[in-house]
């Protein structure tokens, strides 16, 4: 349960963990072949050595998100299944910790349902305390730079030498739009300026949340940081899709190959589903649930 232990969030009030740094992408799910296809080589350059100050676009960058009762077309990859993409087909309950501990005084906890409350929870059985467990935000950017998109080849587990966007877990203290523009440096190196959200997709299985901005760089530099093997500008026709490391990478990326055909990026909000019986390594066997569009 390891995987479950580092996925899942912590509000404030709960047990804190030295994981909380383990980076993302959880969909939880273990590790895929790697493509052995070679990939061009990189247009890299040396990027500044200044963290980037966050730079979000003022008004008219977005246009007011207009909620719209469109659904997806459902799962793109999926090929056949049985599933519904009902949404009551299929209700994960998530990954939840159990913390035997009481973080404030150490005390054994028990599980138990809180008065007025509806879950179970760890409470502590001395203070009385209890341990809340939410989702977890993970923010990126989407950069486009001459029609081509970068992406980023993960160093790190899991899914190493897999591709995806620059994202990670948002940090306290800082907007969304801030962490993504910190991921894009540290795992990219490349000064973004944020242009207006392209996606918010719900893992609830594994507790996550992505919020997704579209991005451009304010130079045309960019450079593997620590955690990534590789970073390099693809055209929309040569995205690795039989290497990408996530759901929630394939999924936005679809979106946004999707809105370029039609004319032009939109928002999107969804849920990330996985279906049932399918591998978990299997990042395609994902259903789109409440997929609303602006
Ligand atoms: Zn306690």
């Not at 719900?202 to 593997?224: C, E, N, R, V, W």
Request: proline share 7%.
């Amino acid at each position: 349960m390891l995987r479950a232990i580092q996925i899942i969030g912590s509000s404030p009030g709960a047990v804190s963990s030295p994981l909380q740094r383990w980076k993302p992408y959880g969909n939880g799910f273990s590790f895929i072949s790697i493509s052995t296809k070679p990939w061009p080589s990189s247009r890299r350059a040396v990027a500044s050595l200044l963290l980037p100050i966050v730079s979000v676009c003022g008004g008219g960058c977005f246009r007011a998100f207009r909620m719209s009762a469109t659904r997806s077309e459902s799962n793109q990859d999926g090929g056949s299944s049985s599933f519904s993409s009902s949404p009551s087909a299929f209700q994960p309950v998530g990954h939840i910790r159990k913390n035997s501990f009481c973080q404030w005084c150490g005390g054994r906890t028990k599980q138990d349902i809180p008065d007025g409350e509806e879950k179970m929870r760890a409470i502590c059985t001395i203070c009385g305390r209890i341990a809340y467990q939410n989702p977890k935000m993970v923010v990126g950017c989407l950069i486009v730079h001459d029609n081509k998109i970068l992406l980023c080849q993960r160093k790190i587990q899991p899914s190493y030498g897999l591709w995806t966007l620059p994202a990670g877990y948002m940090e306290i203290g800082e907007s969304a739009a801030e962490g993504a523009v910190r991921e894009t440096w540290e795992e990219a190196g490349a000064e973004v300026e944020v242009l207006s959200p392209f996606a918010q997709l719900d893992i609830p299985l594994i507790g996550q949340t992505y919020i997704i901005f579209l991005a451009k760089m304010k130079k045309p530099h960019f450079s593997p940081g620590p955690e990534s093997l590789d970073c390099q500008l693809f055209a929309l026709d040569d995205i690795p899709f039989d290497s990408l490391a996530f759901s929630s990478m394939l999924v936005t990326l679809n979106l946004y190959i999707e809105d370029i055909k039609a004319g032009k990026p939109k928002f999107h909000y969804g849920t990330i589903n996985k279906r049932p019986g399918t591998s978990p390594s299997d990042i395609h066997a994902y259903s789109l649930d409440y997929h609303l569009r602006s």
